[in-house]
């Protein structure tokens, strides 16, 4: 523990898949591994107050945290790699930085004064920066600045980190510059020059690296790495090779072996001992040693860009490595799926998740996914809109209800089943108004769900506008399908199961937001289970029938 808070602010140039987030959350977990409490907060140049009303195609997931705040998908990496709660501190875009300097103009807070970009929004910046850092809470503070080092938007964001550098003092903030070293197979050489004027374009905003990590697919041989450091006016230990990866999860032990963590608690003046990672390498073990395999189908209508599912792909590797299988996921676009192709595209599946969403486009798909799991008895998990789309195929097709439907795909649907929740009915702004954060849910005993968290009480994370209308739920709970879990204080539905099937369960919130390497959610860890036995059940009635 620090007696003051250190920062180290992690700025890019051009880089590569591999970037600053995870060298970011991977330098996190070494210092974290060695006492130093840490958090990591991400800076984001658009002018978007926050990713809430962003499409997924443009920015992968919106990440939501236990205070609701809409995030970057970054800060589920730190969570995962931490398994520390980030909060909306963690989270500061340009919209917000503007929005909050013109609230105080128009408040009088300036006296009159000419209003600018600096001093005025580089001190908001430096303000949310160290906001975390004056809590009390953390020793050292990790700061990733979103964008390109040279971008227009990006400015400001460096000329903060240039003030803060120097109201701060040695040893308490420190610049790590992300950068990309190619390779021309052409030329059959590693080229230096894209880091070098990286680099040459922070200089000019008055921001010298202190320690560069180069992105690289071939190693870094000394000579290389001299010249970098001779160019580049940082000594030879600073140059940090960051070679491609089979999993990120690998990266914290290889920027163990570049000595990424000592050159950093050196520069901070801090000391630097072993880090223990032995549940992260446990974790690592299982991961890459499998004992089996399972085939799970996501069912979802982003399923081009894996960013859209970002968290649901890291929490069926964390629930895959606690069972010791890999579980391969197989995306499947909802709009693609009909009555005609269900069978030949999920039969052969062992489990089927039904992911999260907004909108019509590509609900029958998803309706179609669940009425063939739900009849074919294969393990199914359905997520707020999956969940959803779980009661809708229920009522159809067991109730009868043929017209039952969401408000939001039909608002003059003759039974919603699914329904616009009452403290949204007035909202007319679509940012930061829906149900979101961590709300209460209380699970029935003899459930799945109870099983599976080994709680009546649980705490998970939401992120919609529309609920189970609860003047279906006798008739539904009639007809077999049990409402599990509800919140206590509004009675809204949060768990809903088919207890005469294999493992059939829908809930509201996100479970996946929780997941981490330390702790993989319990729900995706039953779920994995559930399709490994419903995998070797199949192969024994398969070798018993032959």
């Known amino acids: 523990m620090t007696t003051t808070t250190k920062y180290i602010f992690v700025t890019g140039g051009v880089t590569s898949s591999l970037g600053k987030g995870i060298i970011a959350a991977s330098l996190a977990k070494l210092l974290q591994a060695q006492g130093y409490r840490t958090t990591i907060q991400k800076l984001d140049p658009y002018i978007n107050v926050d990713p809430g009303t962003m499409n997924p195609y443009e920015h992968g997931e919106c990440y939501v945290t236990d205070d609701g705040a809409e995030t970057d998908l970054d800060l589920g990496h730190y969570e995962r790699f931490l398994n520390v709660t980030t909060s909306q501190s963690n989270n500061v875009t340009t919209g917000r930085i503007y929005q909050s300097v013109i609230e105080k103009e128009r408040r009088g807070e300036f006296l009159g004064k000419t209003v600018q970009v600096i001093p005025h929004i580089t001190d908001e ?45 040695e040893h308490n903030a420190i610049v790590i510059h992300l ?24 200089m000019e905003s008055g921001v010298m690296a202190d320690i560069l990590v180069c992105r690289t697919e071939h190693e870094l041989p000394m000579d290389l790495r001299r010249k970098l450091a001779l160019f580049c006016n940082v000594r030879e230990e600073a140059v940090i090779q960051s070679i491609d990866a089979s999993t990120i999860y690998d990266v914290p032990n290889l920027m163990l072996e570049q000595g990424l963590d ?33 085939t799970i189908g996501l069912i979802g209508k982003y399923v081009e860009l894996q960013d859209s599912y970002k968290s649901i792909l890291e929490s069926f590797i964390h629930a895959g490595a606690e069972n010791e299988v890999k579980v ?58 999956g969940m959803q789309m779980a009661v809708i195929e229920y009522a159809r097709n067991v109730l009868g209800l043929q017209n039952a439907n969401s408000t ?55 992120r919609h506008r529309y609920e189970f209308n609860n003047a279906y739920k006798q008739q539904i709970e009639d007809a077999g399908m049990k409402a599990t879990g509800l919140n206590p204080e509004t009675g809204l539905v949060e768990i809903v199961e088919i207890p005469t099937h294999r493992w059939f369960v829908g809930v509201q919130y996100h479970p996946e937001y929780k997941s981490t390497v330390a702790n993989p959610h319990p729900l995706f860890v039953a779920f994995v289970k559930a399709a490994l036995d419903h995998k070797n059940e199949e192969n024994r009635v398969s070798m018993a029938q032959k």
């Not at 801090?270 to 040693?289: G, Y």
């Not at 954060?437 to 599976?452: N, Q, R, T």
């Open 262 to 294: 000592k050159v950093v608690l050196k520069k901070l003046d801090l000391q630097s001992d072993a880090p223990d990672l032995t549940q992260w390498n446990q974790f690592l073990k299982r991961h890459k040693n499998p004992k089996d395999e399972v």
């Open 408 to 462: 939001e795909m039909n608002e003059h649907t003759s039974d919603p089943v699914i329904d616009l929740m009452e403290s949204q009915k007035n909202v007319t702004d679509k940012g930061g108004t829906m149900r979101l954060g961590a709300w209460a849910c209380h699970i029935e005993d003899g459930s799945i769900a109870k099983e599976v968290y080994q709680s009546n009480a649980i705490m998970e994370r939401h």
């Open 328 to 385: 391969k996921v197989v995306p499947i676009h909802s709009e693609h799926l009909t009555v005609e192709n269900a069978s030949q595209s999920l039969a052969h599946l062992d489990g089927v998740l039904v992911a999260p969403g907004f909108g019509e486009r590509g609900v029958d798909g998803k309706i179609e996914a669940v009425k063939f799991v739900r009849e074919n008895n294969i393990p199914f998990l359905g997520i707020c809109l």
């Open 125 to 169: 910046i430096k303000e949310r920066v160290q906001i975390l850092g004056k809590s009390g809470n953390f020793d050292i503070v990790i700061t990733e600045i979103g964008g390109t080092v040279g971008d227009i938007e990006s400015l400001p964001y460096i000329e903060a980190v240039r003030q803060l550098k120097w109201d701060l003092g």
């Open 179 to 202: 950068t990309l070293v190619p390779y021309l197979s052409a030329a059959g050489e590693l080229k230096t020059k894209p880091t070098q004027h990286s680099v040459k374009t922070l």
